[in-house]
């Protein structure tokens, strides 16, 4: 009995040495492995940094050629900011994948995770995918290019269109500041294009007093129309009695103008006139309220 537990204790001493031993041996490995490892990993960091580099570089030159080529062929402005903008999410995207494949990844390890998780992926992209089918609808039936002014219904924004990405567009206002709207509104809601017609109506209105004459003003309002240069002359000029006011009678004053002269014409015409009616001696009305006192005092 005594010789089978001097044995056994034998037995343990021996594999407790030996796996010390293992243990020395595989730390031991470790570390005269060690600078080796960080060595190839610094290299493959090295080399990423270069690859991401030079590709960014020729991804900025392939969309430059494409941009020369497509400017060339006369394209639209609004389709060659948005095949730039689809152009440069997609090499980016390649790119990206590339590195990932050089520290290991397996690209199609990626591409079948993605699969499998299409319907989250899906769900968390609708916004976007639909921003992306806008985007391909506008550049397709046209409601509005890049420098059109358009106003639209979803939020009432409107302004010139300077850019038409692949998820949005944006519009600069009249007070210079920048809008971003999503393509998948602007294709799903109306919208007015104001300019993009050669021409434009312009109305506005005069109240002249009653006891005016009616002819006289109308002529007056007539004469502003066909002194302004910019009034287009084979267009109707129209002065008219619009309303029976309260306090006036109400002259509807209408002309055409070319979209580059319409608001400085409108404000001119408006300006002018004032001042020939004043000329004239020809009262503009305002509201004014009459009292009569019958003289009795109780």
């Not at 290299?43 to 991804?59: C, D, E, S, T, Y």
């Not at 312009?202 to 007539?222: C, F």
Request: charged share 20%; proline share 1%; glycine share 8%.
């Amino acid at each position: 009995m005594m010789a089978y537990l001097t044995a056994g204790s034998a037995a343990e001493n021996i594999l407790a040495d030996v796996g010390e031993k293992v243990q020395k041996g595989a730390v031991q490995e470790f570390l005269s492995t060690l600078p080796e490892k960080a060595l190839n990993l610094g290299l493959r960091i090295f080399l990423a940094a270069v690859f991401f580099l030079i590709g960014v570089r020729l991804i900025k030159l392939l969309r430059k050629i494409i941009r020369k080529s497509m400017e060339r062929a006369n394209a639209e402005l609004g389709v060659i900011q948005f095949v730039d903008s689809f152009v440069k999410a997609t090499l980016y995207a390649v790119l990206a994948m590339g590195l990932a494949s050089s520290f290991g990844l397996d690209a199609a390890s990626v591409v079948a995770v993605l699969g499998s998780a299409g319907v989250a992926i899906g769900l968390a992209v609708q916004g976007s995918l639909s921003n992306l089918a806008g985007g391909v609808l506008i550049l397709a039936l046209k409601p509005f290019r890049v420098g059109d002014y358009i106003r639209e219904s979803y939020s009432g924004q409107e302004g010139t269109v300077t850019e038409i990405q692949i998820f949005y567009t944006k519009l600069l206002t009249p007070d210079n500041q920048t809008v971003i709207l999503p393509n998948g509104n602007l294709a799903n809601n109306s919208l007015v294009n104001i300019t993009m017609q050669e021409v434009r109506r312009m109305d506005i209105t005069v109240g002249v007093s009653y006891q005016a004459d009616l002819k006289r003003a109308k002529e007056v309002l007539l004469r502003v129309l066909e002194e302004d240069e910019a009034v287009l002359k084979d267009r109707d000029r129209l002065v008219f009695v619009s309303e029976l006011g309260s306090s006036c009678v109400v002259l509807g004053v209408r002309c055409w103008f070319r979209q580059e002269d319409f608001w400085q014409g409108k404000w001119r015409v408006t300006e002018n006139s004032k001042l020939k009616l004043d000329e004239n001696e020809i009262e503009i009305s305002y509201n004014q309220l009459d009292v009569h006192l019958d003289g009795k005092i109780n």
